[in-house]
C-alpha cells in the first residue's frame, strides 16, 4: 500500500507561468488536504477535498490557486502565473475519515518561481 | 481560531538525553497531531492522540484536553532524531482545518 505521493518533486517556473502539482492519497483513502510552507515559516492550511467536491477552500488564495480531485486521477493543485512570492513546499495529506482523522503526508513538491 | 504554541523554539541536546516538547493550545479540541520534518524533507505524522499517552518505540506523546496541553517525550535521543517536531490542532470553527504550531528544531550530538 504506497503512501501518499507527489509530484514533482521539485519544480522551477519563471514568473507567469503555471504550476500544477499532483497528488495521489493513499489507497482507500477519499480526503486529501493541501498545504503550503512558506521558506523560514510553518503549515498553513490551503484546501480540502473530496473527491470531485471541494468541502473547505478558507486557506487558498482568492486569485490564481485552484484545486481539484477529480472522479478518477490524483488531486491537482493549480497556480496560474505565478510569483516569487508563490515559491515554497506544497504539502499533500490524505485522510480516511473527515475532520483530520490520522492523515498520511506526502514528501511534498517544492516550487521555486525565477 | 485556535492557537497552538511551541515551547521550546529550538533544543539541543546530547546523544541519549531524555527530550521533552511541550505543545499549548487555546481552545478545546478533540485530538491534537504530533508531525516530524527532516531538514528538506516530507512530513511524517507520528502521533494524533485524544486523551492519555500514546507509545511508539522511543517517542511517547501525551495529552491534557483539560488543560489543553500536550507533550511530546523522546528517550535516549539519537542524532538521527534531529527535526523539526510540530504539533497541529484543528481550528474551533472547522475540524477540516489543521493550525499548526511554529515548530521544535532539535538537534541532537553524538
Known amino acids: 500500500n504506497a503512501g501518499v505521493m507527489q509530484n514533482p518533486r521539485h519544480l522551477v517556473r519563471r514568473r507567469g507561468q503555471e504550476a500544477r502539482l499532483r497528488c495521489s492519497p493513499m489507497k482507500g483513502h477519499s480526503h486529501v488536504y493541501w498545504y503550503r510552507q512558506l521558506p523560514e515559516e510553518g503549515l498553513k492550511f490551503m484546501v480540502y477535498l473530496q473527491k470531485e467536491n471541494i468541502i473547505d477552500e478558507s486557506g487558498m488564495p482568492k486569485e490564481r490557486f485552484s484545486a481539484e480531485f477529480p472522479k478518477e486521477g490524483p488531486s491537482i493543485l493549480r497556480i496560474q502565473q505565478v510569483v516569487r512570492g508563490d515559491s515554497a513546499a506544497y504539502f499533500c495529506?490524505?485522510?480516511?475519515?473527515?475532520?483530520?482523522?490520522?492523515?498520511?503526508f506526502g514528501e511534498g513538491s517544492r516550487l521555486t518561481v525565477l | 481560531k485556535n492557537e497552538v504554541e511551541q515551547s521550546p523554539q529550538n533544543l539541543t541536546a546530547q546523544e541519549g538525553e531524555f527530550i521533552t516538547i511541550n505543545c499549548s493550545y487555546s481552545v478545546g479540541i478533540s485530538a491534537l497531531h504530533w508531525l516530524q520534518q527532516h531538514p528538506g524533507g516530507g512530513i511524517v505524522s507520528l502521533f494524533m492522540?485524544?486523551?492519555g499517552k500514546k507509545k511508539h518505540g522511543r517517542l511517547i506523546a501525551t495529552i491534557n484536553i483539560q488543560e489543553k496541553h500536550s507533550s511530546l517525550h523522546i528517550t535516549a535521543s539519537h542524532p538521527r532524531d534531529s527535526a523539526v517536531y510540530i504539533c497541529?490542532?484543528?481550528?474551533?470553527?472547522?475540524?477540516?482545518?489543521?493550525?499548526f504550531g511554529e515548530g521544535t528544531q532539535l538537534t541532537v550530538n553524538p
Open positions: 492522540l485524544s486523551s
Open positions: 497541529a490542532g484543528p481550528e474551533e470553527t472547522s475540524g477540516s482545518r489543521l493550525t
Open positions: 495529506a490524505s485522510s480516511p475519515l473527515m475532520n483530520t482523522g490520522e492523515l498520511f
